[in-house]
Protein backbone atom coordinates (compact mmCIF):
# COMPACT_ATOMS: atom_id res chain seq x y z
CA UNK A 1 0.00 0.00 0.00
CA UNK A 2 1.01 3.30 -0.81
CA UNK A 3 1.50 5.90 2.18
CA UNK A 4 3.23 8.42 0.72
CA UNK A 5 3.28 10.03 -2.91
CA UNK A 6 5.99 12.62 -3.71
CA UNK A 7 5.61 14.32 -7.19
CA UNK A 8 7.63 16.81 -8.96
CA UNK A 9 9.11 18.37 -5.46
CA UNK A 10 11.56 21.24 -5.56
CA UNK A 11 13.37 23.16 -2.74
CA UNK A 12 16.14 25.83 -3.09
CA UNK A 13 18.25 27.24 -0.35
CA UNK A 14 19.39 30.86 -2.48
CA UNK A 15 21.36 29.41 -5.64
CA UNK A 16 21.64 26.08 -3.90
CA UNK A 17 19.26 23.65 -5.50
CA UNK A 18 18.21 20.92 -2.83
CA UNK A 19 16.07 19.11 -3.97
CA UNK A 20 15.47 18.99 -7.66
CA UNK A 21 12.11 17.62 -9.27
CA UNK A 22 11.80 14.72 -6.93
CA UNK A 23 9.26 11.87 -7.69
CA UNK A 24 8.68 9.11 -5.25
CA UNK A 25 5.95 6.22 -4.21
CA UNK A 26 6.80 5.01 -0.04
CA UNK A 27 4.43 2.03 1.18
CA UNK A 28 4.58 -0.12 4.04
CA UNK A 29 8.01 -1.45 5.35
CA UNK A 30 11.40 0.63 5.75
CA UNK A 31 12.82 1.95 3.06
CA UNK A 32 16.33 3.07 3.75
CA UNK A 33 17.74 6.39 1.68
CA UNK A 34 21.36 6.73 0.62
CA UNK A 35 23.19 9.73 -0.40
CA UNK A 36 26.49 11.52 0.02
CA UNK A 37 26.56 14.63 1.79
CA UNK A 38 24.50 17.29 0.33
CA UNK A 39 22.33 15.29 -2.40
CA UNK A 40 19.20 16.20 -0.57
CA UNK A 41 18.08 13.94 1.81
CA UNK A 42 17.56 15.85 4.78
CA UNK A 43 15.73 18.09 2.52
CA UNK A 44 13.15 15.53 1.60
CA UNK A 45 12.62 14.12 5.18
CA UNK A 46 12.33 17.77 6.32
CA UNK A 47 9.53 18.38 3.45
CA UNK A 48 7.64 15.13 4.33
CA UNK A 49 7.63 16.36 8.61
CA UNK A 50 5.89 19.17 7.37
CA UNK A 51 9.04 21.40 9.05
CA UNK A 52 9.67 23.16 5.79
CA UNK A 53 7.63 23.54 2.40
CA UNK A 54 8.64 22.68 -1.03
CA UNK A 55 9.04 25.49 -4.00
CA UNK A 56 7.25 23.18 -6.05
CA UNK A 57 5.72 20.03 -6.65
CA UNK A 58 3.48 17.74 -4.06
CA UNK A 59 3.10 15.52 -1.21
CA UNK A 60 0.67 13.14 -0.45
CA UNK A 61 0.94 11.32 2.66
CA UNK A 62 -2.07 8.83 3.16
CA UNK A 63 -4.11 10.97 0.66
CA UNK A 64 -3.43 14.21 2.89
CA UNK A 65 -2.02 17.33 1.36
CA UNK A 66 0.43 18.98 3.65
CA UNK A 67 0.37 22.34 1.15
CA UNK A 68 -3.14 22.78 2.74
CA UNK A 69 -3.22 24.33 6.17
CA UNK A 70 -6.18 22.13 7.08
CA UNK A 71 -4.44 18.55 6.01
CA UNK A 72 -1.41 19.52 7.45
CA UNK A 73 -2.82 18.62 10.92
CA UNK A 74 -4.15 15.02 9.64
CA UNK A 75 -0.30 15.01 8.01
CA UNK A 76 1.32 15.67 11.58
CA UNK A 77 -1.01 13.26 12.99
CA UNK A 78 0.22 10.39 11.11
CA UNK A 79 3.82 11.09 11.19
CA UNK A 80 6.91 10.78 13.82
CA UNK A 81 10.50 12.44 12.71
CA UNK A 82 13.66 11.81 14.52
CA UNK A 83 15.62 14.62 13.21
CA UNK A 84 19.56 14.26 12.26
CA UNK A 85 20.13 16.86 15.70
CA UNK A 86 16.63 16.02 17.92
CA UNK A 87 18.31 18.42 21.01
CA UNK A 88 17.10 16.66 23.59
CA UNK A 89 16.99 18.56 26.55
CA UNK A 90 19.36 17.08 28.48
CA UNK A 91 18.46 18.48 32.07
CA UNK A 92 14.99 16.22 31.59
CA UNK A 93 14.38 12.85 32.08
CA UNK A 94 13.33 10.47 29.98
CA UNK A 95 9.87 10.39 30.87
CA UNK A 96 9.56 14.27 31.71
CA UNK A 97 10.58 14.35 27.53
CA UNK A 98 8.24 12.47 26.37
CA UNK A 99 5.35 13.44 28.18
CA UNK A 100 6.70 17.30 27.07
CA UNK A 101 6.50 16.24 23.45
CA UNK A 102 3.12 13.81 23.95
CA UNK A 103 1.85 17.60 25.15
CA UNK A 104 2.68 19.00 22.07
CA UNK A 105 1.21 16.60 19.97
CA UNK A 106 -2.16 17.51 21.46
CA UNK A 107 -2.55 14.40 23.86
CA UNK A 108 -4.11 16.66 26.42
CA UNK A 109 -5.95 13.13 28.57
CA UNK A 110 -3.87 12.85 31.09
CA UNK A 111 -4.08 9.14 31.71
CA UNK A 112 -3.95 8.29 28.08
CA UNK A 113 -0.53 10.16 28.00
CA UNK A 114 0.68 8.74 30.27
CA UNK A 115 -0.08 5.07 28.95
CA UNK A 116 1.58 6.45 25.73
CA UNK A 117 4.52 7.47 26.83
CA UNK A 118 5.04 4.60 29.11
CA UNK A 119 4.18 2.41 26.03
CA UNK A 120 7.21 4.11 23.56
CA UNK A 121 9.57 3.71 26.42
CA UNK A 122 8.80 0.02 26.39
CA UNK A 123 8.71 0.07 22.94
CA UNK A 124 12.63 1.45 22.60
CA UNK A 125 13.49 -1.10 25.97
CA UNK A 126 14.06 2.59 28.22
CA UNK A 127 11.38 1.69 30.71
CA UNK A 128 14.31 1.39 33.40
CA UNK A 129 15.54 4.61 32.18
CA UNK A 130 12.44 6.76 32.90
CA UNK A 131 13.89 8.84 35.54
CA UNK A 132 17.31 9.01 34.23
CA UNK A 133 18.29 12.49 32.96
CA UNK A 134 19.43 12.60 29.02
CA UNK A 135 22.57 13.89 29.81
CA UNK A 136 23.05 10.64 31.66
CA UNK A 137 22.03 8.56 28.93
CA UNK A 138 24.46 7.06 26.42
CA UNK A 139 24.52 7.54 22.89
CA UNK A 140 22.82 4.87 22.42
CA UNK A 141 19.79 5.38 24.41
CA UNK A 142 19.66 8.85 23.39
CA UNK A 143 18.78 7.45 19.84
CA UNK A 144 16.52 5.58 21.28
CA UNK A 145 15.04 8.11 23.24
CA UNK A 146 14.72 10.37 20.38
CA UNK A 147 12.61 7.15 18.57
CA UNK A 148 10.51 7.30 20.86
CA UNK A 149 9.61 10.48 20.67
CA UNK A 150 9.23 9.75 16.87
CA UNK A 151 6.47 6.69 17.96
CA UNK A 152 4.56 8.63 20.41
CA UNK A 153 0.80 8.88 19.07
CA UNK A 154 1.62 5.26 16.76
CA UNK A 155 2.32 6.93 13.31
CA UNK A 156 2.15 5.51 10.32
CA UNK A 157 4.95 6.71 9.04
CA UNK A 158 7.71 7.32 10.81
CA UNK A 159 10.74 9.45 9.44
CA UNK A 160 14.55 8.80 10.57
CA UNK A 161 17.40 10.95 9.32
CA UNK A 162 20.72 9.37 10.34
CA UNK A 163 19.61 7.28 13.46
CA UNK A 164 23.07 5.26 13.26
CA UNK A 165 25.04 7.36 13.20
CA UNK A 166 27.60 7.41 15.96
CA UNK A 167 26.45 4.32 17.49
CA UNK A 168 28.90 1.67 18.09
CA UNK A 169 28.42 -1.96 16.60
CA UNK A 170 26.54 -3.18 19.55
CA UNK A 171 23.99 -0.25 20.06
CA UNK A 172 23.62 0.22 15.55
CA UNK A 173 22.93 -3.07 16.11
CA UNK A 174 19.89 -3.07 19.00
CA UNK A 175 18.77 0.23 17.16
CA UNK A 176 18.60 -2.20 13.36
CA UNK A 177 16.46 -4.65 15.11
CA UNK A 178 14.52 -1.98 16.89
CA UNK A 179 13.96 -0.46 13.50
CA UNK A 180 13.26 -3.57 11.81
CA UNK A 181 10.11 -4.53 14.56
CA UNK A 182 8.87 -0.88 13.88
CA UNK A 183 8.45 -1.24 10.05
CA UNK A 184 6.46 -4.65 10.41
CA UNK A 185 3.34 -2.65 10.23
CA UNK A 186 4.49 1.36 9.32
CA UNK A 187 6.00 3.01 6.94
CA UNK A 188 9.71 3.67 7.76
CA UNK A 189 11.92 6.45 5.79
CA UNK A 190 15.52 5.84 7.25
CA UNK A 191 17.96 8.26 5.56
CA UNK A 192 21.53 6.30 6.20
CA UNK A 193 25.27 6.47 4.87
CA UNK A 194 25.83 3.21 6.07
CA UNK A 195 25.28 0.65 2.83
CA UNK A 196 25.08 -2.11 6.03
CA UNK A 197 21.98 -0.80 7.38
CA UNK A 198 20.27 -0.87 4.27
CA UNK A 199 21.13 -4.33 3.61
CA UNK A 200 20.33 -5.42 6.90
CA UNK A 201 16.71 -3.57 6.92
CA UNK A 202 15.19 -1.99 4.10
CA UNK A 203 13.34 -4.02 1.87
CA UNK A 204 13.72 -0.88 -0.47
CA UNK A 205 16.19 1.32 -1.14
CA UNK A 206 16.32 4.57 -2.99
CA UNK A 207 19.65 6.98 -3.61
CA UNK A 208 19.82 10.93 -4.32
CA UNK A 209 22.43 12.56 -5.40
CA UNK A 210 22.49 16.23 -6.17
CA UNK A 211 18.73 16.77 -5.59
CA UNK A 212 17.89 13.81 -7.46
CA UNK A 213 16.81 10.06 -7.00
CA UNK A 214 18.92 8.16 -9.07
CA UNK A 215 18.15 4.75 -8.08
CA UNK A 216 14.68 2.83 -6.48
CA UNK A 217 14.61 -1.07 -6.03
CA UNK A 218 15.23 -3.57 -3.68
CA UNK A 219 18.63 -4.07 -2.12
CA UNK A 220 19.89 -6.72 -4.08
CA UNK A 221 19.08 -4.90 -7.36
CA UNK A 222 21.44 -1.95 -5.89
CA UNK A 223 24.58 -4.41 -5.79
CA UNK A 224 23.24 -5.99 -8.99
CA UNK A 225 24.82 -2.34 -10.60
CA UNK A 226 27.68 -3.67 -10.19
CA UNK A 227 27.19 -6.98 -11.60
CA UNK A 228 30.32 -8.48 -13.28
CA UNK A 229 31.90 -4.93 -12.60
CA UNK A 230 33.86 -6.66 -9.31
CA UNK A 231 36.65 -8.03 -9.39
CA UNK A 232 39.70 -10.24 -7.00
CA UNK A 233 43.33 -10.46 -8.48
CA UNK A 234 46.46 -12.11 -6.86
CA UNK A 235 48.31 -9.36 -7.97
CA UNK A 236 47.60 -5.47 -7.56
CA UNK A 237 46.39 -4.55 -10.63
CA UNK A 238 47.68 -1.76 -13.26
CA UNK A 239 45.00 -0.03 -14.85
CA UNK A 240 42.27 0.36 -12.00
CA UNK A 241 43.13 3.56 -9.58
CA UNK A 242 41.06 2.23 -6.79
CA UNK A 243 41.47 -1.13 -5.33
CA UNK A 244 42.36 -2.72 -1.65
CA UNK A 245 43.44 -6.07 -0.06
CA UNK A 246 41.10 -7.54 1.33
CA UNK A 247 41.52 -9.96 4.31
CA UNK A 248 42.05 -13.20 2.09
CA UNK A 249 45.28 -11.28 0.59
CA UNK A 250 43.32 -10.35 -3.05
CA UNK A 251 43.06 -6.94 -4.59
CA UNK A 252 39.47 -6.15 -4.76
CA UNK A 253 38.63 -3.80 -7.73
CA UNK A 254 35.39 -2.05 -9.05
CA UNK A 255 35.61 -1.47 -12.61
CA UNK A 256 37.13 -2.70 -16.11
CA UNK A 257 38.67 -6.03 -15.61
CA UNK A 258 42.07 -6.25 -14.22
CA UNK A 259 44.28 -9.23 -16.46
CA UNK A 260 44.03 -12.46 -14.61
CA UNK A 261 41.10 -11.29 -12.30
CA UNK A 262 38.28 -13.73 -11.46
CA UNK A 263 34.48 -11.63 -11.25
CA UNK A 264 33.40 -11.82 -7.80
CA UNK A 265 29.83 -10.95 -6.27
CA UNK A 266 29.21 -7.08 -5.92
CA UNK A 267 27.73 -5.56 -2.55
CA UNK A 268 25.63 -2.70 -1.99
CA UNK A 269 28.24 -0.36 -1.07
CA UNK A 270 30.26 -1.27 -4.90
CA UNK A 271 26.59 -0.62 -6.75
CA UNK A 272 25.78 2.47 -4.77
CA UNK A 273 29.39 3.73 -5.60
CA UNK A 274 29.04 3.20 -9.13
CA UNK A 275 25.84 4.37 -9.13
CA UNK A 276 26.81 8.10 -8.22
CA UNK A 277 30.21 7.80 -10.37
CA UNK A 278 27.76 6.92 -13.44
CA UNK A 279 25.31 9.55 -12.31
CA UNK A 280 28.26 12.24 -12.24
CA UNK A 281 30.24 11.56 -14.94
CA UNK A 282 26.93 11.23 -17.76
CA UNK A 283 25.94 14.52 -15.94
CA UNK A 284 22.68 13.25 -15.01
CA UNK A 285 23.44 14.96 -11.74
CA UNK A 286 25.68 17.73 -10.95
N1 LIG B 1 19.22 25.78 5.75
C1 LIG B 1 19.98 25.73 4.66
N2 LIG B 1 20.45 26.87 4.09
C2 LIG B 1 21.21 26.84 2.97
N3 LIG B 1 21.57 25.70 2.33
C3 LIG B 1 21.15 24.55 2.85
C4 LIG B 1 20.34 24.49 4.04
N4 LIG B 1 20.07 23.19 4.33
C5 LIG B 1 20.68 22.47 3.36
N5 LIG B 1 21.32 23.27 2.48
C6 LIG B 1 22.07 22.84 1.28
O1 LIG B 1 21.17 22.06 0.48
C7 LIG B 1 21.84 20.92 -0.07
C8 LIG B 1 21.14 19.66 0.40
O2 LIG B 1 21.36 19.54 1.82
P1 LIG B 1 20.75 18.36 2.71
O3 LIG B 1 21.10 18.65 4.13
O4 LIG B 1 19.33 18.17 2.35
O5 LIG B 1 21.59 17.11 2.16
P2 LIG B 1 21.84 15.69 2.84
O6 LIG B 1 21.78 14.69 1.73
O7 LIG B 1 20.92 15.50 3.97
O8 LIG B 1 23.33 15.83 3.36
P3 LIG B 1 24.00 15.16 4.69
O9 LIG B 1 24.14 13.71 4.37
O10 LIG B 1 25.31 15.87 4.76
O11 LIG B 1 23.11 15.45 5.85
C9 LIG B 1 23.29 21.04 0.37
O12 LIG B 1 24.01 21.69 -0.66
C10 LIG B 1 23.23 21.91 1.61
O13 LIG B 1 24.42 22.64 1.78
Redesign the pocket.
Known amino acids: MTTVTVDNLSKR??S????DAVDLTIGVGVTGLL????????????CLATALGPDAGSIRVHGFDPAVPAQRTEVRRRIGYLP?NPGLYPHFTAYDLLDYVAVLKEMTDTQRRRAEVRRVLDEVELTDRAKTKVRKLSGGMRQRLGLAQALLGDPELVIL??PTVGLDPEQRMSFRALISRIGERRTVLL?T?QTEDVGALCERVVV?SG?RVVFEGGPKELAGVAEGQVWLSESPPVRNTAYWRNADGLYRTVGPRPDGAEATRPSIEDGYLLLLGTAVATGAVR
Open positions: YGTVALGPNGAGKSTLLRQDESHMG
